[in-house]
């Protein structure tokens, strides 16, 4: 009888000495198995069946999570106190869920899959999840793949990129203002690191009136600014470290964005024709020089008015009525739509012409 | 390029040019093909004297291809789509060649282009081109070439004559230019825009292939081989001997150091048109007297003093390739202008007129090869010392790079001054003596900078230890031929059209999600516009079934776009674009046709103010400038389909 009892205080005793040691010991999220605890050299002759006894007490307190690891083995994780004080108060239903919904981490899971995966009733599971959400214990996150699908995970947790989609989407939407405000930015960074400004004119005359009759500076008595590019090989570009401390110093972005997601947005800046990049993306040059790049975007917010010259030029088929006739394809001589009968050819020489 | 429009197109243009009896018989020959003359007098129903009269001139004009049958002894008849759809080109070529090479030398060439093809003999009895006050040799030089450069500042709107040696050009060609029509023709041949005509000319390549291969057949050395011995022979055998037939080079011997000989004179002359450069061309000139050994040998054969003339008995024609090559050259050159200093365009011009000097044509296939199966192809490396040696001694080459560094001051100053100097004995005229290192360093710093992506204008090579730089051709008219959709897709589609198309393009087959994160568009938009540009053909789903059932469901949709494809559909699209205008130009003409008639009077004609009203007189103005806008919409097209097909 003694023993029966010694052996139960014994068994909660060596449990929470096994507890101890593991938490001192390992990381949190260490994988446990079963030689790794008798390693511990807490379970006295290494007894099998009341090391057992001990993990099932502690995964009966909530301190130990049950895992199964590689090749189909036990293995356990600790839990730490505070979380097992709020596992405790749940329903066994409950923290099935929690379980569940833990076990994706910062992906989060889909109700449905939380379904499929514990078996539980709808109505049993909605209920679940809402009194989990009440005591905010798991949260409600948006994913951009699947705007659709209702999502969970543990309130704690950050979602993850995939979920988000990176920094460019605010609430699982693309956030097109914020692209465009921080895609203008280093449009002008870049052009401003891409393009030598020449010296102004009054100190280059002085040093050019001595060696010559000044013949050479007619071009650069325009009053604007006059840029010319770097000789090839130049190394003075900006890269996408230099442009992300730009971004991020110039508080033009409310969240600290990565390199990556500056890198995604250089990418598209060159689809855009804006930037090219050079020696594989290392560094960034920009198309337009400052002023250049002023004028485009300060016209942008202006109206719907485009400037011809923001554009690529125009080639024979864009300018031609034909170019963006609808009925082109059933264009013909002699047809209801014809070259004689269209009714294009005229506006576009009275625009052309001008009379 | 046999297709329903460019069939209307070519056409179109015959009639324009040449009128109806040419249109009647072109068309036929275009709807079947192959013909006979007694099926084409059965489709034509023309009378067997009209459509004599009117092969016989269409062939003059290159317009058909005959072929007589060994077996049958009967001659077939087959449409020249590719010499008809050059007729529109006409202007276009023109316009080069009068700025190449000057006034005289385009009224020679539309006068060959007027004839099809012509002997030089014939060429001189001609009143257009013939010298009125041919005594007067040496001496009269100065005074022409002072003419010539009045006139080029005094022409300020130079009206294209097309096809017309009468026209504006030839009225005063027999007053100014002395005995010009010999070293002119020399000139055009040594440019490479004129050859000799070959009599397998006149035969389509099909029939000239077929008959070098029976001709290699026939040799006894052929005969006694087999199989793919044989194959190979016979393919070999037949290439050489086509080479051999239709070869109508011109430039040999007059070709100097891989420049034609005068081309350098008549540049300084071209130069003069610019008034501001007026005064450089005399320190050029000064220069070449001094210090050009390799120039003095023919520095001074101008145009009196040649006196070797062209071969009375050759027949020559236009070599539309060769032109091609230059036109190209002129769109990359083009190119270069919107991204670069007007210096580095200047540098990249003297590169690819080196260049265009010994490129025959644009490419060697017949067809444009798809997109990713086309190897690099580079042109001839030319040396630097060459590339230098033409560009302008006056050209402030140092003040339009920036420095290597800006971050130190110090570092800037200790260079400036260097620079300076530079320029400063380059200013300081003829007698300055020019620092060939460095002048040389800072081309090749131009040349580099046009290396530079997104274009790659330029490639820099080290041949036996020298540099020398080339154009990969084939890149650049790929280049081309996208810039030209992509101006298409913007226009009709909007910048985030040619975002997504350009993601496309660079990363191939992407499904919508994948598209969005490289694209950064929200999904609403990119669908939109993916769903428009599928109409328009621009851009195509794929599926791909993840099982047999191909639910839709289960199904990956892949986007892509296939430059190729839509190249096709926008080149036919060009040619109909075209045929439209000139069908629009033909239905203008004939709303005015009464008024028009009476402006053509023989005696209306020139004495317009006196004859004509005012209201009439403006009338007559309105015409002139639709007509001019309608073809110069043509010609712009024609600038497309030029990218698209040719180049």
């Known amino acids: ?355 | 390029m046999t297709s329903q429009y460019a069939g209307e197109l070519c056409t179109l243009l015959v009639e324009d040019n040449f009128g109806e009896l040419f249109a009647r018989i072109f068309s036929t020959l275009v709807h079947y093909d192959r013909l006979s003359f007694s099926r084409l007098k059965f489709y034509s129903r023309l009378s067997n004297s009209q459509l004599r009269h009117g092969l016989a001139a269409m062939v003059q004009q290159h317009l058909i291809y005959h072929y007589t049958s060994y077996d049958d002894g009967i001659t077939y008849y087959e449409p020249n789509m590719q010499s008809a759809y050059y007729l529109v080109r006409s202007g276009k070529i023109l316009e080069f060649i009068e700025h190449r090479l000057g006034k005289y030398a385009a009224t020679v060439m539309s006068t060959i282009m007027f004839l099809g093809h012509a002997q030089v003999g014939y060429l001189e009895t001609l009143p257009a081109l013939k010298p009125a006050n041919s005594d007067m040799n040496g001496a009269s030089e100065d005074s022409g070439e002072k003419q010539i450069a009045e006139e080029y500042q005094g022409e300020e709107a130079h009206q294209e004559t097309e096809d017309q040696p009468n026209g504006l050009n030839g009225n005063h060609a027999p007053s100014v230019y002395p005995t010009l029509l010999h070293p002119t023709l020399k000139a055009l041949a040594g440019h490479g825009y004129i050859l000799r005509v070959r009599d397998a000319q006149f035969q389509s390549y099909t029939d000239n292939a077929l008959d070098a291969e029976r001709s290699i057949k026939l040799r006894p050395d052929i005969k006694a081989l087999k199989g793919k011995k044989l194959e190979d022979a016979v393919m070999e055998g037949t290439l050489e001997l086509l080479k051999e037939r239709l070869d109508g080079d011109l430039t040999r011997g007059l070709m100097f150091n891989g420049v034609p000989r005068g081309a350098k004179r008549r540049h300084a002359t071209g130069a003069a048109d610019a008034p501001s450069k007026k005064a450089q061309v005399d320190y050029a000139a000064v220069d070449e007297d001094e210090d050009g050994e390799d120039e003095n040998e023919w520095s001074d054969d101008e145009f009196g003093e040649d006196t070797i003339p062209m071969e009375t008995g050759i027949t020559i024609r236009i070599n539309y390739e060769k032109l091609d090559v230059a036109l190209r050259n002129r769109r990359f050159l083009e190119l270069a202008e919107r991204d670069s200093s007007p210096e580095t365009a200047e540098v990249y011009d003297c590169l690819l007129r080196r260049i265009e000097y010994q490129t025959g044509k644009c490419r060697d296939t017949t067809q444009i090869p798809r997109e990713g199966e086309e190897g690099e192809q580079y042109s001839v490396p030319i040396s630097l010392r060459a590339v230098v040696e033409d560009v302008d001694l006056l050209l402030d080459l140092a003040g339009s790079v920036g420095p290597m560094e800006i971050f130190q001051p110090v570092h800037r100053h200790g260079k400036r001054p260097l620079e300076e100097s530079v320029n400063g004995i380059g200013h300081d005229g003829p007698n300055g003596v020019q620092s060939d290192g460095n002048r040389t360093y800072e081309v090749d710093q131009h040349l580099c900078l046009l290396a530079q992506p997104p274009y790659n204008l330029t490639s820099k090579r080290m041949v036996s230890g020298l540099i020398t730089w080339t154009v990969e051709f084939r890149h650049l008219a790929r280049k081309l031929r996208h810039l030209e959709l992509e101006r298409i897709i913007e226009a009709r589609y909007g910048d985030v059209a040619l975002r997504v198309v350009r993601v496309l393009h660079d990363k191939g087959k992407l499904d919508e999600k994948r598209l969005q994160e490289i694209s950064l568009l929200p999904f609403k938009d990119l669908r939109q516009v993916l769903a428009t540009m599928q109409t328009g053909g621009f851009v195509d789903l794929q599926e791909v079934p993840r099982d047999a059932q191909r639910q839709p469901s289960r199904t990956i949709f892949l986007w892509f776009y296939d430059p190729d494809r839509v190249c096709n559909s926008v080149l036919e699209d060009a040619y109909k674009a075209m045929s439209r205008c000139l069908q629009r130009l033909l239905f203008e003409r004939n709303r005015l046709k009464e008024f028009l008639e009476k402006t053509e009077r023989s005696d209306v004609k020139g004495n317009e103010e006196r004859y004509l009203s005012e209201a009439e007189l403006t009338l007559l103005e309105q015409w002139r400038a639709k007509e001019a806008l309608l073809l110069g919409e043509v010609a712009r097209l024609d600038e497309m389909v030029a990218v698209m097909r040719d180049y």
């Open chain 1, 1 to 355: 009888m003694t023993s029966a009892g010694s052996s139960g205080a014994s068994v909660t005793e060596l449990a929470s000495k096994l507890y101890e040691q593991c938490l001192n010991n390992y990381p949190p999220d260490q994988l446990f198995y079963q030689h790794d605890l008798l390693g511990l050299g807490i379970v006295p002759k290494s007894d099998l069946a009341l090391l057992l006894q001990c993990t099932q007490s502690l995964v009966d307190q909530k301190l130990f999570r049950l895992l199964q690891g590689k090749n189909d083995r036990l293995a356990w994780k600790i839990i730490s106190r505070e979380d097992a004080e709020k596992l405790k108060n749940l329903s066994p239903d409950e923290s099935l869920v929690y379980n569940v919904i833990h076990s994706t981490g910062r992906s989060g899971i889909w109700v449905r899959a939380i379904g499929t995966r514990t078996g539980l009733h709808k109505s049993i599971l909605d209920r679940c999840l809402k009194s989990l959400e009440g005591k905010n214990y798991i949260k409600s996150v948006h994913n951009v793949k699947f705007p659709s699908r209702k999502m969970y995970m543990l309130a704690g947790l950050a979602p993850s990129e995939d979920v988000t989609g990176g920094a460019w989407f605010t609430d699982g939407v693309l956030d097109e203002n914020f692209i465009n405000t921080v895609a203008g930015y280093i449009e002008y960074t870049v052009s401003r690191k891409s393009w030598f400004e020449a010296p102004s004119v009054d100190v280059h005359r002085s040093k050019r009136m001595k060696t010559n009759d000044g013949s050479a500076s007619v071009k650069q008595e325009t009053s604007q600014k006059t840029y010319i590019p770097f000789p090839a090989g130049y190394r003075g570009y900006p890269t996408v470290s230099m442009l992300t401390n730009a971004v991020n110093e110039s508080g033009i972005t409310p969240v600290r964005l990565g390199e990556q997601s500056i890198t995604q947005l250089l990418d598209m800046l060159c689809y855009d024709n804006k930037l090219v990049a050079l020696s594989n993306g290392e560094m960034y040059k920009s198309v337009k020089n400052p002023e250049a790049v002023k004028q485009s975007q300060a016209r942008k917010p202006a109206g719907e008015d485009k400037g011809i010259d923001d554009r690529l030029v125009t080639n024979g088929m864009t300018e031609a009525p034909c170019g963006s006739c609808p009925v082109f394809k059933l264009c013909a001589p002699g047809g209801a739509v014809s070259p004689e009968s269209c009714e294009y050819f005229d506006p576009w020489l009275e625009k052309a012409l001008g009379f």
